[in-house]
């Protein structure tokens, strides 16, 4: 194993699970129903300030879709300012993926000193 292998840091798992929703959240159907037809591009992007409920609308639709076989199953990444830094956030977007096809991306995480 690399030094640098050694200095990074660890992946924190909270970071690729799905916030939990509040009981008490507004449903907001037709959001769910313009990401449900996004799901059939290849990205998506949601974008608003900060507090119009971003976080939680997709996390919601997540939650759906990874409940209903009909749609696609959605990898996450809670991403911070930490996060800003090429080879810790492909660290964590194939993690993400291996969540949903395990072994994906093995041989890029085994060698994080070479470009990725």
């Known amino acids: 194993m690399s030094s640098e292998a ?3 840091p660890p992946v924190l798992a909270p970071k690729l699970h799905l916030p939990r929703l509040r009981p008490s ?11 449900d037809a996004a799901s059939e591009r290849r990205l998506t992007v ?3 300030p900060a507090g ?7 996390s919601a639709w997540a939650t759906h879709c990874n409940a209903c076989q009909a ?3 959605v990898a996450w990444i809670a991403l911070d300012d930490g996060d800003n830094d090429p080879i810790r956030f492909w660290r964590y977007f194939i993690t993400a993926c291996q ?3 395990p072994g994906v991306g093995r041989a890029t995480l085994a060698c994080p000193g070479k470009s990725v």
């Open 46 to 48: 949601v974008s608003a």
């Open 52 to 58: 119009y409920g971003k976080t939680t609308l997709v």
């Open 6 to 8: 050694l200095s990074l």
């Open 25 to 35: 959240i507004v449903q907001r159907e037709a959001l769910q129903a313009r990401l």
């Open 99 to 101: 969540e949903l096809y």
């Open 71 to 73: 749609l696609p199953v």
